[in-house]
């Protein structure tokens, strides 16, 4: 890829729409963001792509983001022709209810929405300078996993072993309580009704271009670029009932 392609590439991942970024973190609405040609909408950036260097490379930012995260908007755009009701309802409700749509598009849905769900919670809980978490999310780590280290080597281990594509995430519950899980491809906690403090994507898309086979390394790379303070928002939003995606 050319400079100039990369950086064309890049002012559209970040200038698509101009949706809050806050409504990501507790709640999302279809229809709150303008610059698509349907009901749903690709999330801008948080930051520039360099924001996430070393870590993650700006060319695999922009490319995922504009290419991969777009892809599944377009997508999501065409089954809404089909089923228009999968724009009307919450994300998190229509995944944890796919068994209710029309089999011409449920498979649809399941890889489409599940993965713009899942990649509009990964932009926004990156973005930060890494370190350790403060307050009540700290307290939830220490308290379930006996320490931040010790969560990262669980986090670490689990996406390691997940097999071909998928994801790793720390689910949260209604009660603050954390738990490490893994799903295959775009499937996500919200179709089991949980929610979501924060996730890494596995697929090599996400790191291919700078770790290669690599998967361990950009798993210990990403804990560097983590905002902590929107973390500790999310875990904030779980205990009150307000976090969707």
């Known amino acids: 890829m050319t400079r100039r392609t990369l950086l064309t590439v890049a002012a559209g991942a970040t200038a698509i729409v101009a949706t809050s970024r806050d409504g990501f973190s507790q709640s999302y609405d279809n229809t709150s963001a303008g610059g698509s040609s349907g009901p749903f909408q690709l999330p801008p950036l948080p930051y520039a ?7 993650i490379d700006a060319q695999t930012v922009a490319l995922h983001h504009g290419r991969h995260h777009a892809a599944y908007v377009a997508n999501l755009n ?3 022709k089909v089923a228009p009701e999968i724009a009307k309802r919450p ?4 995944l944890s209810r796919l068994a209710d749509l029309p089999d011409a598009v449920r498979a649809t849905v399941r890889n489409n929405l599940g993965g713009h769900a899942n990649h509009s919670m990964y932009w926004l809980v990156m973005g930060g300078a890494g370190g ?8 939830a780590i220490e308290r379930d996993f006996g320490g931040l280290e010790e969560l990262q080597r669980r986090f670490n281990a689990a996406g ?3 097999f071909g594509s998928g994801w790793v995430f720390v689910t949260v519950d209604r009660t603050g309580r954390l738990a490490v899980e893994t799903r295959p491809n775009q499937d996500t906690p919200l179709m089991d009704g949980k929610r979501v403090l924060f996730g890494n994507d596995l697929w090599e898309h996400s790191y ?7 998967r361990a ?7 560097d670029v983590l905002n902590w303070s929107r973390i500790e928002e999310r875990y904030r939003a ?3 009932g307000e976090l969707t995606i």
């Open 49 to 55: 792509p360099s924001a996430l260097e070393p870590s």
């Open 78 to 80: 065409q089954a809404a």
């Open 91 to 94: 994300i998190e409700h229509v």
């Open 132 to 139: 350790a978490p403060t307050g009540e999310a700290m307290e």
């Open 160 to 162: 390691a072993g997940v």
């Open 208 to 214: 291919y271009l700078k770790y290669q086979s690599r």
């Open 217 to 223: 390394d950009y798993l210990k790379a990403w804990w």
């Open 238 to 240: 779980a205990r009150t």
